[in-house]
């Protein structure tokens, strides 16, 4: 895809710089980046060749004109970036969770409908193609009425402490698969009952599990942990490898047939003297020295949407709010022990 899509990356740690390379691959300019550690942007902002740079980015945008801008900062500044960015006029590309408030997401989403402007929620997981099957086999009636979806996604046990201080779990890994349970049935969950067994050491949740209703009567369960032993097999490779291990599973069941798939599979592996390698290649796989797979799916999207060429259907600005009003709604469910309503503003 050629473009003359001019970005701003906001957030220059291994996502942000996983990002820019992504966009920059797929066409964009790469024209500011912004980062809270002035030598973090500033040295992203070299590798592209750009001297736009900050720790500002209302500052930054009034220096610098840009179509769009991609946030892959901390969860919590998600939506003032977001809102910082629709103010100069740029459509948003905003890292999951699209928001912390649903209130702050709805806001936003009305700020930028209200401008002409584009939001896209970084919701991975539906431009991959274990996922995309899953759905086509809905959609084309192979599997008949759809009755419920199982979702299950366990992680390296040292992760919880990696992140745990910083953001609430249901933000960094249940939001993965809250997004998918909205993207396999097309609806809005209605409420959410979930339940936790916490860590003693850290007193943060070590798993939880949730049950997702729907007004059609459907179902979706969820299921995290952080139970994976550090010598667990490591999956993430491609562009942004990390240590550990992601062991997910979900499964579709219809009134004349399910299709089940896993995240950890014996079809690849490989052994040597760092360890053992079970890696998904689904997510940013690098070939031939670029990144493929749904990362560079989900940003030509992003690409083609801001420049006009597609409608924003693959992640609707009111898809992005149901996922954090049902993220919301499982912390609730959380903290009460009871079932909670999804609220949209």
């Known amino acids: 895809m050629t473009t003359s899509l001019r970005i701003a990356i906001a957030g220059a740690g291994r996502f942000g710089t996983l990002h820019a390379r992504a966009w920059r691959e797929a066409g964009a300019e ?3 980046v912004v980062d ?3 030598a973090r942007a500033r040295g992203l902002a070299e590798t592209y060749g750009t001297a736009q740079h900050g720790t500002d980015l209302g500052q930054v945008l009034a220096d610098t004109p840009v179509d769009a801008v991609v946030v892959a900062s901390d969860e919590a500044s998600h939506s003032r970036l977001t809102d910082e960015a629709i103010a100069h006029g740029c459509h948003v ?7 912390l408030d649903s209130a702050a997401a709805a806001r936003s989403i009305r700020t930028a409908e209200a401008a002409g402007l584009q939001l896209i929620a970084g919701h991975i997981s539906r431009f991959a193609q274990p996922y995309a099957y899953l759905r086509e086999a809905l959609d084309s009636g192979r599997l008949g009425d759809l009755w419920s979806v199982r979702l299950r996604r366990d992680f390296t046990r040292s ?4 992140f745990g201080h910083r953001v609430h779990p249901a933000w960094e890994s249940c939001i993965h698969d809250i997004d ?3 993207f396999l049935t097309g609806e809005r969950p209605a409420s959410v009952y979930a339940l936790q067994v916490r860590d003693a050491g850290s007193g943060f949740p070590a798993s939880m599990s949730a049950l997702l209703r729907f007004d059609s009567g459907r179902t979706a369960t969820i299921e995290s942990a952080w139970s994976v032993p550090d010598r667990g097999p490591q999956s993430l490779a491609g562009a942004l490898a990390l240590d550990g291990t992601i062991a997910g599973e979900a499964e579709v069941i219809g009134s004349t047939g399910t299709v089940k798939q896993r995240l950890v599979s014996d ?6 003297e760092r360890g053992v390698f079970a890696p998904d290649l689904s997510l940013w796989p690098e070939r031939n020295g670029r990144i493929g797979g749904a990362l560079r799916e989900e ?6 949407v801001f420049s006009g060429l597609v409608p924003n259907e693959r992640m609707p600005h009111r898809e992005a709010l ?8 499982m912390i609730r469910s959380l903290d009460s022990g009871q079932p909670e309503d999804v609220l949209t503003a």
Do not use: M, Q, Y
Not at 299 to 304: F, L, M
Not at 322 to 329: F, G, P
């Open 267 to 272: 079809g690849l592996v490989e052994w040597n």
């Open 93 to 99: 590309f905003v890292e999951k969770p699209f928001s």
């Open 30 to 32: 790469i024209a500011a």
């Open 299 to 304: 940003v030509e999207h992003a690409i083609a």
């Open 322 to 329: 149901w996922s954090v009003a049902t993220a919301e709604a």
């Open 180 to 182: 998918l349970a909205i």
């Open 159 to 162: 992760w919880l402490a990696d």
């Open 36 to 38: 809270a550690d002035g």
